[in-house]
């Protein structure tokens, strides 16, 4: 082990060394807090800039500028947003946020495949969400703990005080955004060649999936859930085997009855649609008066501008009695109407043809497909540019799949 340690040392530059390093690092904290993760994000982006020269930079770039373009073509549409806005603070606020939809990707892109360590990076990625994982488990047997009748108290470990929201309180996070990351990382596990021989003993494979499973359960997230179903249906029919068919099988039971135990995700996962087939999701009605609002007063082709959308979201909840979405400031809750209200049908054009570019580049290879499900999915339940989280999410494995899949397929370990 000392003798790879300083073989290590010996065979790269310091700055190499410091990019691989800030690589794991920003992995391991996207589950964390968006403050240690920003922060080493600059690091990241750091050494990247020490250890690449330019002209080398731009000639990786111009490997994947498709990809760039339509990247910066999406960064674009909130200056675009701020504009037409007269609420221009908030459009403001949404351009510093969606930066790093430019910055990540521009040194991801700068590199080489061979850069890249994707089975080091999901193990760093894996850290990262069981330590994440484990702070919010202190914080809950604290609480449990520290209660007059803690014995009652544990009951309530698989209710709402301690899921969804409240699990992942001390992140100061959404459940949705660690759902995804969740999936991510599970499918990957689950998926990846790089993890064969961890997978050969199924006992304990199942033990180390055990945790970020449960945890995915505690965030009481539908479209994490959703997102995992199809993911695992799509494998099925990508190479239809009677154990990939017995797996599915084994994992929508185990679902079924976790749902019963955590009666907060069951009664969520059954508010979606009724048992005559009717449309029951709160967020669908919502979408209707918003559309509706939209295209009374909204500009189809340039849209309201990025600042002014919540107020128009505020004023179809208020005129439809949506009062706890006006309360809570609600955004759209889609991705795509974000998009159709703040920017008209050219920004949703733009982001389509940024997950068409992703793709056609990625033939969804590999985890490429399982991102393309997610983000595609996710788009459709969350506004997934509302906050950093989601920004750095799409941008780093937007970019990091791109770099690993465009082109013809070469080993990534």
């Not at 199942?206 to 449960?214: N, Q, T």
């Not at 809750?333 to 703040?342: G, I, K, P, T």
Request: proline content about 2%; some cysteine; overall charge positive.
């Amino acid at each position: 082990m000392i003798k790879g340690i300083k073989s290590y040392w010996s065979n790269k530059s310091i700055w190499q060394i410091l990019f691989e390093t800030s690589t794991y690092l920003f992995v391991a904290t996207l589950p964390l807090w968006d403050k240690l993760n920003t922060l080493v994000l600059w690091l990241f982006v750091a050494s990247s800039i020490f250890l690449l020269k330019p002209k080398e930079r731009l000639e990786n770039i111009k490997q994947n500028r498709a990809a760039f373009y339509g990247l910066f073509a999406l960064y674009s549409l909130f200056i675009v947003g701020w504009l037409f806005s007269t609420e221009t603070k908030d459009a403001l606020r949404d351009m510093e946020r969606t930066l790093t939809l430019v910055i990540i990707p521009l040194i991801l892109l700068s590199h080489k495949r061979e850069d890249f360590n994707l089975k080091k990076m999901y193990v760093a990625f894996g850290v990262g969400l069981f330590t994440a994982m484990v702070i919010c488990w202190v914080v809950i047997i604290e609480s449990i703990l520290t209660n007059a009748t803690p014995w009652v108290q544990a009951g309530y470990f698989f209710k709402w005080v301690y899921n969804g929201w409240n699990a992942v309180a001390p992140l100061e996070g959404h459940p949705s955004y660690f759902a995804v990351m969740l999936v991510i990382f599970i499918v990957g596990l689950i998926r990846m060649p790089e993890f064969n021989k961890l997978r050969r003993n199924k006992f304990r494979f199942v033990l180390l999936l055990a945790p970020y499973f449960l945890f995915l359960i505690e965030t009481s997230s539908r479209i994490g859930i959703i997102c995992l179903v199809v993911i695992a249906i799509v494998t099925i029919f990508k190479k239809l085997e009677i154990k990939r068919v017995f797996y599915v099988i084994a994992l929508l039971i185990a679902l079924g009855l976790l749902s019963v135990k955590f009666d907060y995700l069951g009664s969520k996962l059954t508010t979606i649609v009724d048992t005559k087939g009717n449309i029951t999701l709160d967020r669908y009605d919502r979408w209707g008066a918003i559309l509706t609002d939209f295209t009374e007063r909204g500009n189809w082709i340039f849209g309201v501008g990025t600042g002014d959308s919540q107020s128009l979201y505020n004023l179809a909840y208020s005129k439809n009695g949506f009062m706890i979405a006006l309360k809570n400031q609600y955004n759209a809750h889609n991705q795509y109407l974000e998009f159709l209200v703040s920017n008209g049908l050219i920004g949703l054009l733009v982001y389509l043809s940024v997950l068409f570019i992703f793709f056609r580049k990625t033939k969804l290879k590999g985890e490429a497909l399982s991102f393309f499900i997610i983000i595609v999915l996710f788009s459709g339940s969350e506004t997934i540019f509302g906050i950093s989280k989601g920004v750095f999410i799409f941008s780093f494995f937007y970019a990091l799949f791109i770099l690993l899949y465009s082109k013809k397929t070469v080993n990534v370990n």
